[in-house]
């Protein structure tokens, strides 16, 4: 009964990693500025600064 609690640990131990991997890979080719620069201009947009 053990077994499937392992499998689903190693699972999320693996998904975990992998979301920091493409998370250190964003930061890494400089898209946190892009994404930053497209929340300003929607947020300006929506209370109709922008």
């Known amino acids: 009964m053990d077994k499937p609690h392992k499998k689903l640990t190693w699972l999320r131990i693996g998904l975990g990693a992998l979301g920091a991997a493409l998370l ?4 890494y080719n ?9 929340a300003i201009r929607v947020c300006l947009e929506c209370i109709g600064i922008g």
């Open 24 to 27: 250190l890979g964003g930061l």
């Open 30 to 38: 400089g898209e946190y500025a892009v994404t930053l620069n497209k």
